[in-house]
Each structure stands twice: as C-alpha cells, then as structure tokens.
C-alpha cells in the first residue's frame, strides 16, 4: 500500500507495520570508533579552496582528508536526533501548542552543524540508507534519486508522524564564505492524539562556511524560516540570525506562532547550539486550560514564564571527526544488520568505512574506484538513451500544497521484510 493521500492512518495501524523493520536493530547503540582521534593532516582550507572560487561543491574536487565519514544521506537522517519533539508536539491539543515543538523540531536540525567543516560523502546513484530505532518507535528511508544534480528522497515514519521531503541543494564559494542553500520542501503529517491529520511543511535555512580566509571556518546557519499548518492555518516564523560581526547574535532564533486568526500565541526564542524557549502571549492562557497543557504553565495560573522547548544533547569532547554520539550510532553495522541490509546501502561503502577507520589513503582510492564505476555505469545509460529510474521513489504532487514531491512506494521495508525472512534483495 504506497502512501495515498487523504488516506487517515490510525496510530495503531502505523506501529504494526513500522514494528517488523526493527529486525537487525537489536544491539546497543554504538558508541565510539574504532578510531579515538583523527590525524587528519591540518592543512588550510583557504590554501585549497582560492582557486575554486565561483564554484559549486559538486565541481570541487578535494583531498579526502576534508571529507567525515558520513554520507549526505546520513547528514539528511541526523534531522531525527530529536524526533521526540515530534512526539510531543502530537500529544498537544492545541494546534499552537503543536506548531511550537513542530518549528523547534526543524530548528533543532541545525545543533550538529557545530565543529563540522567537513565534507560529507556523495551519495552515488542508487545509494540508500535506512535507520530504525525500536527505542523510539521510528524507521527512516532515503535513496539518492539524482546524481547531476545531487538530489535525496527521504521519508520517516513513525507511529504519530511521517516526516518527508527531498534533500537538494545549490552550493557555490564566493571566497569569503561557502553558501549551501537547500532547495526541497519537507512536509510533516502528523497524527494528534486528539484525532484526525495535519500537514506542516517548511523549508530549510542557509548553511554557510564563514572564517574561512581567516583559517577559523564555522559553519553558521541563518535566514527566515516558515512552517505552516495547512490544516487550521497556524503559522511560526523563525529567524535565524547571520552570525555577524558581533558575538552575540551567534546562534540566535527568534520566532512568532500567529493562529489562524493572525493574532501571536508564543515566541520563540533560544540559540540552536543550545536551548530554544517559547513564551505564551499573555491573554491566551484561557485557550491552554486542559490537562495536556499544565506542564507549560508555572505553578502560578495564567502565569506566562517561557518554558524550555528544546535542549541540544551533549557535546562530548574527544569524538573524532566532531561527530556527535548519534551521528557515531548512523554507520554502525551490527552483526545482526549486515544480512538484512539492502547491498546498496551506505554502511556498505568501502571508501566511507575506509575514512571512519582512519585509512585515508584507502578510502582516497576506493572512493575514486566507485565513483569511476559509476561514471562508467553513467556513459552506458547515455548510449543506450534510457533515463535512470528511482527505485523506491516515484514523483507526485501533495494534493494540499499542491508541490511536488517523493511518493515513497513502501516496497523498502516490505522487500526488507522478506528478506529478513530468509529471502534475498534482488538486483536493486
Ligand atoms: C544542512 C542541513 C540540510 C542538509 C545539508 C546538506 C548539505 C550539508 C549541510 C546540511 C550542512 C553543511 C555541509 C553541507 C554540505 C557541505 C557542508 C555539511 C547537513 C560543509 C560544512 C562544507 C564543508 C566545506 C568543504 C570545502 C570542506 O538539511
């Protein structure tokens, strides 16, 4: 059954077919590499990058001592660190309430960016990756569906929500700083516990290396963000301040939920490398006073403290690369995984696994030997005048946005399935 439209899905029903796809996923969550620090060597990113100016990061090429040994599918998996908010924000009643942690959940994205001015893997035509977590009642799904340009379709599910969208971007290095501008929009339909189905959608902010001439780059993440509930008409506009000449406006967002009505129901407020707050506009306490709401109010009634919406998980010290401790959970490979695993998944990357044991050299040429395949897989496709087709994916058009996007076809997980039982993934 692909993902149909107008189609209400019970929760229950949701959790039934999710369950199935947390074969493989029994193990501890990894917690370090094999490798305890990496000796990359230092050099200058300006000393490589000046002569590059103008242009896009698919046209760079780059000593793979700048690469982390993540793939930009995983990058695109990492929007799940904190996938509680969604579940939060489906056991508000209020739809304002719900909007708040919705818009802290994509403003929560931007919190690993810190310490990561590297380049994630390119995804080769075809590649996936899946990533379940049991303990948290989620699977996510993403295959790269376009090579020039680079274009990933992902889609998240779990029991109170589906979160999908399409990760593109266009990049281009204008001396001083190195812009990524993502293209897609990502959706959310959510399943409020008090019934019913809504779809969110918002698009992503620009992210940016700065410092670079000066030999300190940080990645800054800055602009306007708009999330929108198509349903009841809610709105939260996030601003994501450039990060400036003054310390101070480092990190910071700032937010309104307006209701349908126009009228402000919370700000927003916070840094995204640390903690985000929301404060209820005072007069609409009244429109709060059921159950579900009381841990948002002090202990004095109709009291408008801001109370804190989000807190970015710790930083441990140490990690190579600057990965965070979910980022280490994205590539491991479990022995119970490696036989359920589709042959096209990135956790099969020799060049990527190459890099995450600290063998640079390898990981240079294998990366160089599958990107050669690819070119040569490329040249055949041309001759022969047949375009690539998604295999997961097909194109379609929401019905209440009226955008494009990535109708999952849900054949992953069921051929997945299969295979768990003893099957075998055919030529994919
Ligand atoms: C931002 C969040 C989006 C997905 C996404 C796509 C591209 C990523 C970007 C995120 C973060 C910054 C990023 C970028 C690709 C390259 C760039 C990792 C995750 C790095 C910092 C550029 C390094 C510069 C090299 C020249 C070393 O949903």
Known sequence: RPHEEGLVVSREAKKQEITPSF??????????LKLDADNRPKISLWAILKSMIGKDMTKMTLPVSFNEPTSLLQRVAEDMEYADLLDTA???????????????FAASEYASTIGRVAKPFNPLLGETYEYARPDKG?????????????????YAESPSWDYY??????????????????????FLKLRPSSGGEEIYTWKKVTSSVVGIITGNPTVD????????????????ILDFKPRGWKASSAYQVTGKVTGADGKTRWSIGGRWNDKIYARLTPGFEDDLDRPSSVSVRSQDAGSTQAFLVWQCHERPSGI?????????????????????LAPTDTRLR???????????????????RVEEKQRKKRREREASGEDHKPRWFTKGRCE????????FNDQYWRMRDEVAKGGSWEKV
């Open 90 to 104: 489906a056991e508000r009643l209020d739809s304002t309430e719900r909007m708040v942690y919705v818009a802290v």
């Open 350 to 368: 020799p060049d990527q696994r190459a890099m995450e044991d600290g063998e640079y050299d390898f990981a240079a040429v294998e990366k160089n």
């Open 23 to 32: 074969h493989g996923y029994e193990e501890p969550l990894r917690k370090r």
């Open 400 to 407: 209440i946005t009226g955008e494009p996007y990535w109708v």
């Open 320 to 340: 190579p690369f600057n990965l965070t401790p979910f980022v280490l959970t994205l590539n491991a490979l479990p022995e119970s995984l490696r036989p359920v």
């Open 221 to 236: 993440n800055y602009g306007p963000m708009e999330v929108k509930n198509w349903k009841t008409g809610d709105v939260c």
């Open 165 to 186: 969208g399409e990760s593109a971007v266009k990049s281009k290095f204008y001396g001083k700083s190195f812009d990524i501008n993502p293209l897609g929009t990502w």
């Open 138 to 154: 989620y699977r996510f799904f993403i295959e790269q569906v376009s090579h020039h340009p680079p274009i990933g379709a992902a």
